[in-house]
């Protein structure tokens, strides 16, 4: 195929509602709308997502949110070439959601319909963005994703290690929540770090000691509690200064621990000679200012370009999910009605579970 493909995105695998067009090939692909309906008023006075909640709210948005997709990019469904969906990893819910509209519109419309892997969408996310070429080291962080992947094509992924228990989105909201901050913990956890001293309190470095690239973060969070109430013993509450130390003393651990294991992790993929080494990340905790800086300076001494797409396109979109199902589509790929919904789908075909089912959505 030589002529420029029009794919529509549909996304609902935890608690974004999305949907987006993208034109192109998978050299050369843009962005032509993308929606998103974030559910997090939804679901914060609960402190995590919902599952039933987030799959209501996606099965009552999901049509608009196509309809307006369309509409941004001026197109009908008609000028679309494919449909291509989320059809895992995820709240089961929530995926069923996306599939079962896709499915409806390949059916309605005659186009076919391409599952694609999430996990693909964002480790696919630095050629859509960056045109970035194989192969290139991913880091995916966010509430519901943390591993390293060797990205050597479209369809060859090895992991080289994740956490083995919370992933880092996942320990911020924590923290916060243990703090009295609101969610989501990220923002506000860095927010209050500003004012805060990362020397002041002494958390542990989890998994350090281990080789490799695999991560804990759910130690950290226990740590944290024991510090705060310490604090709390000593001063008979919590005050102000003392929070703001520890948010920039548990963001400064998170910090390190990434750092490091994305040196380790950069040292077995720059063994491979890439001819223009590249560590890409993705996920929400990639907005973190302090985080961003430990990787950066890691690329740096490795000369290595680090690649952070917008934090639009870090986070759950659709735009992911058209381009990676055009790359699919591009070389004659696609589904048929017997798709299914699938919670857990690893990207890598051989490497072992490291975990099961997170707070937020099964994690592969
Ligand atoms: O990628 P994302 O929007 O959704 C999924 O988890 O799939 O990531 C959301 C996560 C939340 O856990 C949030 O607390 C975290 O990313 N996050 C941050 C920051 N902004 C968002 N973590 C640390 N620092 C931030 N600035
Ligand atoms: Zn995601």
């Known amino acids: 195929m030589t002529t420029d493909l029009t794919?529509?995105?549909i996304e609902s695998s935890c608690d974004d509602t999305a949907a987006a067009?993208?034109?192109?090939?998978?050299?050369?692909?843009?962005?032509?709308?993308s929606v998103v309906y974030g559910q997090a008023p939804l679901h914060a006075s609960y402190g995590g997502v919902v599952p039933e909640i987030a799959a209501r709210a996606h099965a009552e948005k999901i049509d608009h949110c196509v309809e307006d997709a369309l509409q941004q990019a001026g197109l009908s469904l008609a000028d679309v070439d494919a449909i291509s969906v989320t059809a895992g990893p995820g709240l089961i819910g929530g995926v069923l959601s996306g599939v079962m509209?896709?499915?409806?519109?390949?059916?309605a419309t005659g186009k076919p319909l391409i599952g694609v892997n999430h996990l693909a969408g964002h480790a696919l996310t630095?050629?859509?963005?960056?045109?970035?070429?194989?192969?290139?080291?991913?880091?995916?962080?966010?509430?519901?994703?943390?591993?390293?992947?060797?990205?050597?094509?479209?369809?060859?992924?090895?992991?080289?290690?994740?956490?083995?228990?919370?992933?880092?989105?996942?320990?911020?909201?924590?923290?916060?929540?243990l703090l009295a901050l609101p969610?989501?913990?990220?923002?506000?956890?860095?927010?209050?770090?500003?004012?805060?001293?990362?020397?002041?309190?002494?958390?542990?470095?989890?998994?350090?000691?281990?080789a490799g690239c695999d991560m804990s973060f759910s130690g950290l969070k226990t740590a944290l509690l024991r510090t705060r109430d310490a604090i709390m013993v000593e001063h008979g509450g919590l005050?102000?200064?003392?929070?703001?130390?520890?948010?920039?003393?548990?963001?400064?651990?998170?910090?390190?621990?990434?750092?490091?294991?994305?040196?380790?992790?950069?040292?077995?993929?720059?063994?491979?000679?890439?001819?223009?080494?590249?560590?890409?990340?993705?996920?929400?905790?990639?907005?973190?200012a302090a985080i961003r800086e430990a990787l950066q300076a890691v690329c740096a001494k490795l000369d290595t370009v680090f690649v952070a797409p917008p934090l639009a396109l870090c986070t759950d979109n659709a735009a992911m999910i058209a381009y990676a199902g055009l790359t699919?589509?591009?070389?004659?790929d696609h589904d048929d009605l017997a798709l299914s919904a699938r919670p857990r789908?690893?990207?890598?075909?051989?490497?072992?579970?490291?975990?099961?089912?997170?707070?937020?959505g099964a994690k592969a």
């Open 239 to 288: 005050p102000v200064h003392a929070r703001s130390d520890l948010c920039a003393s548990f963001q400064q651990a998170v910090a390190d621990v990434l750092a490091e294991k994305s040196r380790r992790a950069l040292e077995i993929y720059l063994a491979l000679n890439p001819a223009k080494p590249v560590l890409a990340v993705a996920g929400g905790v990639a907005a973190n």
């Open 7 to 9: 794919i529509l995105g």
């Open 101 to 107: 509209c896709a499915k409806g519109l390949s059916v």
């Open 328 to 332: 699919r589509f591009a070389c004659g």
């Open 21 to 33: 067009i993208v034109r192109g090939m998978p050299d050369d692909a843009s962005i032509l709308s």
């Open 126 to 177: 630095p050629r859509l963005t960056d045109g970035v070429a194989f192969p290139y080291l991913m880091l995916l962080v966010s509430g519901g994703h943390c591993q390293f992947l060797l990205v050597a094509g479209p369809d060859s992924y090895r992991r080289l290690g994740g956490t083995i228990d919370d992933a880092p989105g996942e320990a911020f909201d924590k923290a916060a929540r």
């Open 345 to 360: 789908w690893p990207l890598d075909k051989t490497s072992p579970a490291l975990i099961g089912s997170g707070k937020k």
């Open 183 to 210: 969610q989501p913990g990220g923002p506000s956890v860095e927010q209050a770090a500003r004012a805060g001293n990362p020397d002041t309190y002494k958390l542990p470095r989890p998994l350090l000691d281990r």
